[in-house]
């Protein structure tokens, strides 16, 4: 299905009702423009699906996928939770005014230094995701005479249907304790013989940008079966099942995501049924979503350069930024796609690679894309580019990372400014 493209009365593009080739001249570009509108939809839709359901849940963003000051404190203000996976991202969540109780940490090698950090600033929950952390934070749990409530990552053996490198159930998986082996019930036994640490209960998640339902009915039904042999083995009943993120998004008019209202009943539905079934106590339902809270509100903008045509091989338009600012087509071959911001409804002219100026072939933004005609300074917008884009972004070549703009309300709101040649070296010695 094609997506609706917002214009203007000069038929221009806009983001959040603003002109986009009025943001590109006054914040330049490359500039990735956030559409906080579309945000905060998907955090109310994420909300809405859970209380239509009746259930006890948490929604924790996982903020891997965006994150900034601004997006910590809209996070904050929307009220739910973020998820860090790094001190790093933690530092940023409380500096942005995140409070720590509504924090989850996450990693498969947290350091002890991280998880120092946590504990002295309260993070609500930590998820335990091997037994060499068991350990570690027990280490520091006892040094600090405290206490924590943890979730235990388990890797369920599902296979989810999307890219291999962002698979992340499967059993031959880095994350997470193994179901199949044993050593999920061997880390549950360790964990409820030691007094510093309270098992909420357990976190699951089988990976990212996924269509189907069925992965994550799959996995909820499988925790539950474990859940339940646990209770009559260890007289342990989880509060909490987390079924982490991955909820899949709009890249290309290819793309059919189910709305993320539907995801959350759809799940819930699954684990609601399975409840009843073992005559298990419905624990409360845990969800991080990443990608889609915050890819489809935001657009790269980007200036075109040079153009290179080679008769009956193929075209290249060049533009100003590239795979230091998304990698995610050179990593994982994503697709997207772009209009012509000054005129998105112009007619199709062209066969071309949309490439990035960076020294690398594979820098293709777009591959063979039917687009209008373009000349150098035009402002092309690549949509659906919030989500993994900016967080993954690099000083390649030496080229600044891109400026960050929050639109809402009619006005827009420089939220990461442009990096600096100067900001690049900062840190070196001569
Ligand atoms: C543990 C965990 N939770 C949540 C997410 C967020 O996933 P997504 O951005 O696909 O919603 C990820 C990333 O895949 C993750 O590893
Ligand atoms: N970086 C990946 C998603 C990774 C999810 C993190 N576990 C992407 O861009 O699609």
Aim: proline residues 4%; charged residues 25%.
């Amino acid at each position: 299905m094609k997506r609706e493209i917002p214009v203007n009365s000069e038929g221009h593009y806009t983001i959040g009702g603003l002109d986009s080739l009025e943001l590109a001249k006054e914040f330049g570009t490359p500039t990735i423009v956030y559409d906080v509108a579309k945000i905060k939809e998907q955090i109310a839709k994420f909300k809405a699906g859970f209380e239509e359901e009746n259930v006890k849940y948490h929604i924790s963003y996982a903020s891997k996928a965006f994150s900034s000051l601004a997006m910590y404190d809209l996070v904050a203000k929307s009220g739910i939770g973020s998820d860090v996976v790094s001190g790093g991202e933690l530092y940023a969540a409380l500096k942005g005014g995140m409070d720590p109780q509504e924090l989850e940490f996450h990693g498969n090698n947290k350091s002890r230094a991280e998880l120092e950090m946590a504990v002295d600033s309260n993070v609500g929950y930590i998820i335990v995701d091997n037994f060499y952390e068991i350990d570690l934070l027990n280490e520091v749990l006892t040094e600090k005479n405290k206490t924590a409530d943890i979730l235990l990552r388990l890797a369920p053996g599902i296979h989810a249907e999307t890219h291999e490198y962002i698979s992340t159930g499967q059993a031959k998986s880095k994350f997470g304790f193994d179901l199949q082996s044993g050593q999920a019930s061997e880390a549950l036994e360790k964990t409820l013989a030691n007094p510093r640490f309270k098992v909420l209960g357990v976190h699951s998640h089988i990976g990212s940008q996924i269509f189907a339902t069925a992965g994550f009915v799959e996995a909820a039904k499988k925790l539950m079966d474990f859940l339940s042999a646990w209770k009559e083995k260890y007289d342990f009943t989880a509060e909490v099942l987390n079924l982490g993120g991955g909820f899949g998004i709009r890249y290309t008019d290819q793309d059919e995501p189910l709305d993320v209202k539907d995801f959350v009943k759809i799940i819930v539905e699954a684990v609601k049924e399975k409840s009843k079934e073992l005559n298990y106590p419905m624990p409360a339902i845990w969800i991080e979503p990443g990608r889609s809270v915050v890819g489809e509100a935001g657009v790269s903008l980007y200036t075109v350069g040079s153009r290179k045509d080679v008769e009956g091989v193929g075209s290249f338009v060049a533009v100003d930024g590239g795979m230091g600012d998304n990698i995610r087509p050179a990593l994982y071959g994503a697709e997207y796609d772009a209009v012509l911001a000054k005129d998105p409804n112009a007619p199709i002219a062209q066969n071309a690679s949309i490439v990035g100026k960076y020294c690398e072939s594979g820098d293709i933004l777009i591959k063979d894309y039917d687009f209008p005609k373009t000349e150098p300074g035009d402002v092309i917008a690549m949509l659906s580019t919030g989500a993994y884009g900016y967080v993954m972004a690099s000083n390649y070549n030496r080229n600044p990372r891109p400026a960050i703009v929050f639109v809402e309300d009619g006005k827009a709101r420089l939220v990461v400014k442009r990096e600096s040649y100067e900001d690049m070296i900062r840190n070196e010695i001569l």
